[in-house]
């Protein structure tokens, strides 16, 4: 198992670190950094709603590797890059590790990121693997932190908003525990 997470831990470094690689483009290019945890963290249970309104807990992490990240469907830059690169690589990392590997987009802009919204989004990438989740700010905050990520809304005068959030991409075990977190050079 630990050679299967090594291997996986490397390959998803080497695709962070190529898909930040356009934000350091004046910069030498730098490996993306990655926190192995040497014990793994245990998740809360939680409840978030996917793609298809059906409701998503701890239980569906069981079984399989998820890479999960946070963003929006309505964010410019950061989100659309990293899916496309994880959705380009995931059947490369899935028969790396020889388990299956899901890759989990939570949105945390519930308000204009319905079920529908959402499913068109990842729809996009023509990637089975992935799975497009949300919920209401009262469950996707404290799932948000358990993951050791954040997210804030902007709002300008006008009462429009970007969502600020991390760019950093969790690795969750077969067993539903947090293993690693990869976080961008930015």
Known sequence: ???????????????LAGSFSYLLWQKPAEPAMALVYPQARNLLEFELID????????EQL?????????????????????LAKLAGVQPELAAMVREPLKIWFISVDPQRDTPEQINNYVN???QPAVLGLTAGHDQLFPFVRQLGLMYALNTNAEGNYLVDHSASVVLINPQGQIAAMFKPDI
């Open 62 to 82: 069981y079984q399989q590797w998820t890479l999960a990240f946070v963003g929006y469907t309505y964010c410019p830059d950061i989100c659309p890059l990293t």
């Open 1 to 15: 198992m630990w050679r299967k997470l090594i291997y996986l831990l490397l390959a998803v470094a080497a695709v």
């Open 51 to 58: 793609q298809h309104g059906q409701q998503v807990g701890r």
């Open 124 to 126: 996009y990438f023509q």
